[in-house]
């Protein structure tokens, strides 16, 4: 299922980018993480969630690409499954928009499809290290008790329930779904 979303027109041009977002594909893979590499600081695969994620499959229904109508990405999101104890959750990350396409709902367009499908998987909780002003819009909030592998700042801890009350209770070392 393919779904298109809009882009505010180009004040230059006149001309507005329709974005497709679709399930990420093997061959994807070089292209999103050379967006990845441009949107993030050198040496994001030695941030503490890498760790979590090292020779651990994605969700691969989850991990969503956005492209212009001439095929060129605009934007990629991708998830992985972790345990918090005897928890499972999902770890939202990373997610990122080309510089060219930010500013214009790309970003939130892909979070907000890929909780619904979450959501529609029956995953009941989403994790992610961010900035709480930013993902409150979507629901996030700061989770205590939580504890992500060091060097991560606490208050950066957030999480998101796709079912009430499931992060009732949940407490403990976030670690690697193997």
Not at 95 to 124: F, K, M, Y
Not at 137 to 155: A, D, I, K, Q, Y
């Amino acid at each position: 299922m393919l779904k298109q979303i809009g882009r505010i027109a180009d004040e230059c041009t006149g001309e507005a980018a329709l974005f497709t977002l679709s399930q990420e594909k093997p061959g994807d893979w070089w292209e999103v993480e050379a967006l990845y590499d441009l949107s993030f600081a050198p040496g994001r695969t030695l941030l503490s969630s890498y760790r979590l994620r090292d020779d651990v499959p994605p969700v691969a229904e989850l991990c969503r690409v956005a492209r212009d109508e001439s095929g060129i990405l605009g934007g990629a999101i991708r998830y992985w499954p972790v345990r918090i104890g005897q928890w499972h959750a999902l770890l939202l990350g990373p997610v990122a928009v080309h510089p060219t396409a930010q500013g214009e709902g790309l970003g939130a367009a892909l979070i907000r499809d890929t909780v619904e499908r979450a959501r529609a998987l029956e995953w009941s909780r989403v994790l992610l290290v961010g900035d709480e002003p930013y993902y409150r819009r979507f629901g996030f909030g700061h989770l205590s008790g939580v504890e992500m592998p060091p060097p991560t700042n606490p208050e950066r801890i957030l999480g998101l329930e796709l079912v009430p009350g499931a992060w009732h209770g949940v407490a403990g070392e976030v670690t690697r779904y193997a």
